[in-house]
């Protein structure tokens, strides 16, 4: 691959991003139309049911595409769906010779877009290169196609010195305006955001998304997404900013059968959803079926921000798919500041019972750990099961 086609596919790869939140459950996916190391054409995958990336970007170069070169994020869909295959647009417009950078996992298309292509006569070429960038991309659409599961992301912020608020209990304005940023664009990407119920009554949060999320100051998610609350016993109140706006953007309360039913009651009157889920040794909302709920919802991502006893039990249940944490550059102190390690500090960002060795924590692979900056903040991301190791 010469220079200029990793170029195309690099900005494939971003055009893609676009597509998040308004594509599900769909992938998202970018084109790039090329000849001679020049682009002609380029599109994205838009809005579930609309026009996918290669057709659009296929429409929009119209007679240029002939003889030209096509680069797309994911193996051109050989099914009929809400849309025509994008094969069969490949072929009538003429195209020269595909470059796509991961294997479609829906077994209607794996393999077989690929092979359709070659038995017209198009040359056809995975890049490797761009392999794990795109896995860990369309990641959410992967496992749910394959499993039926979501992937999930633990997020949590916190200082130097791994405390999330100072010994008083201050966490306000903790990370500074980027964090903030790279906070709701977690938020957009997401199909679901999920925190425990003493997150919910200490903080009294919306979790919605900033008009504003990051990318530029992008727009928020076409679908808002789905807040949920662990809430074993339906004790969130009917004058929590959740339930206020319950009716412009949806609120599930998670309980299990030791809710009381007047207090379920109150809430679906003020338009929260409440599912009643098994519940675990402990009482409360067993996180496997919620998750498995969820995907049965085809939501293929959930950020789970908290509380640290939520996280804990996510890590426990190996749950956990990807983490992100947000670094504020301050140094807190006080063995009594959350996150401080032993009594009288209240548990770290991920609590629950851990690891009871070094050798038993997973370590993160080195490839998928990445940092950038976020305003003054540094952000950690990483894969706790790196979806760039699936097979090929």
Same mark, same amino acid.
């Given at each position: 691959?010469?220079?200029?086609?990793?170029?195309?596919?690099?900005?494939?790869?971003?055009?893609?991003?676009?597509?998040r939140?308004?594509?599900?459950?769909?992938?998202?996916?970018?084109?790039?139309?090329?000849?001679?190391?020049?682009?002609?054409?380029?599109?994205?995958?838009?809005?579930?049911?609309?026009?996918?990336?290669?057709a659009?970007?296929?429409?929009?170069?119209?007679?240029?595409?002939?003889?030209?070169d096509?680069?797309?994020?994911?193996?051109?869909?050989?099914?009929?769906?809400?849309?025509?295959?994008?094969?069969?647009?490949?072929?009538?417009?003429?195209?020269?010779?595909?470059?796509?950078?991961?294997?479609?996992?829906?077994?209607?298309?794996?393999?077989?877009?690929?092979?359709?292509?070659?038995?017209?006569?198009?040359?056809?070429s995975?890049?490797?290169?761009?392999?794990?960038?795109?896995?860990?991309q369309?990641a959410?659409?992967?496992?749910?196609?394959?499993?039926?599961?979501?992937?999930?992301?633990?997020?949590w912020?916190?200082?130097?010195?791994?405390?999330?608020?100072?010994?008083?209990?201050?966490?306000?304005y903790?990370?500074?305006?980027?964090?903030?940023s790279?906070?709701?664009?977690?938020?957009?990407?997401?199909g679901?955001?999920?925190v425990?119920?003493?997150?919910a009554?200490?903080?009294?949060p919306?979790?919605?998304?900033?008009?504003?999320? &990051?990318?530029? @100051?992008? /727009?928020? $998610?076409?679908? !808002? %997404?789905l807040? =949920?609350?662990?809430?074993?016993? #339906? +004790? *969130?109140?009917?004058?929590?900013?959740?339930?206020?706006?319950?009716?412009?953007?949806?609120?599930?309360?998670?309980?299990?059968?030791?809710a009381?039913?007047e207090?379920?009651?109150a809430?679906?009157?003020?338009?929260?959803?409440?599912?009643?889920?098994?519940?675990?040794?402990?009482?409360?909302?067993?996180?496997?079926?919620?998750?498995?709920?969820?995907?049965?919802?085809?939501?293929?991502?959930?950020?789970?921000?908290?509380?640290?006893?939520?996280?804990?039990?996510?890590?426990?249940?190996?749950?956990?798919?990807?983490?992100?944490?947000?670094?504020?550059?301050?140094?807190a102190?006080?063995? &009594?500041?959350? @996150?401080? /390690?032993? $009594?009288?500090? !209240? %548990?770290?960002p =991920?609590?629950?019972?851990?690891? #009871? +060795? *070094?050798a038993d924590?997973?370590?993160?692979?080195?490839?998928?750990?990445?940092?950038?900056?976020?305003?003054?903040?540094?952000?950690?991301?990483?894969?706790?099961?790196?979806?760039?190791a699936?097979?090929?």
């Open positions: 691959m010469d220079s200029s086609e990793g170029r195309f596919l690099d900005r494939a790869l971003d055009l893609a991003e676009r597509g939140g308004a594509v599900e459950p769909n992938p998202v996916v970018g084109a790039v139309v090329a000849r001679d190391g020049a682009a002609i054409a380029e599109a994205w995958h838009e809005s579930f049911g609309g026009p996918h990336a290669e659009a970007a296929l429409d929009r170069a119209g007679p240029a595409a002939r003889g030209a096509l680069h797309v994020t994911l193996e051109p869909c050989a099914h009929h769906g809400k849309t025509a295959p994008c094969v069969e647009a490949i072929r009538g417009a003429g195209i020269r010779r595909v470059v796509y950078a991961l294997d479609d996992p829906d077994p209607r298309t794996r393999g077989r877009g690929a092979g359709a292509l070659r038995a017209a006569g198009i040359e056809v995975r890049a490797e290169t761009h392999r794990a960038e795109a896995a860990r369309n959410p659409f992967s496992k749910w196609t394959r499993t039926g599961l979501p992937v999930v992301t633990a997020k912020a916190m200082t130097l010195d791994g405390r999330l608020a100072t010994a008083s209990g201050d966490s306000l903790l990370t500074s305006e980027g964090g903030l790279r906070a709701h664009l977690e938020r957009a990407r997401a679901a955001i999920c425990g119920i003493g997150t009554l200490r903080d009294d919306r979790l919605t998304v900033r008009p504003a999320h &990051g990318d530029g @100051g992008s /727009a928020p $998610p076409a679908r !808002p %997404p807040r =949920v609350v662990l809430d074993s016993r #339906a +004790r *969130l109140p009917v004058t929590t900013r959740l339930v206020e706006t319950a009716r412009e953007a949806p609120v599930l309360v998670a309980a299990t059968s030791a009381p039913p207090r379920a009651e809430l679906r009157r003020a338009g929260v959803e409440v599912l009643t889920l098994p519940a675990g040794t402990d009482g409360r909302v067993d996180l496997g079926a919620l998750v498995s709920a969820l995907g049965a919802r085809a939501i293929q991502s959930v950020l789970f921000e908290g509380g640290g006893e939520v996280l804990g039990a996510l890590f426990s249940a190996g749950l956990m798919d990807r983490v992100v944490v947000l670094v504020a550059p301050r140094i102190g006080g063995a &009594g500041a959350p @996150g401080a /390690a032993g $009594p009288p500090g !209240p %548990p770290m =991920v609590g629950g019972r851990g690891a #009871a +060795r *070094l924590a997973p370590r993160i692979p080195g490839a998928s750990f990445r940092v950038s900056r976020s305003g003054d903040d540094a952000t950690l991301e990483a894969w706790i099961r790196d979806p760039a699936e097979p090929a």
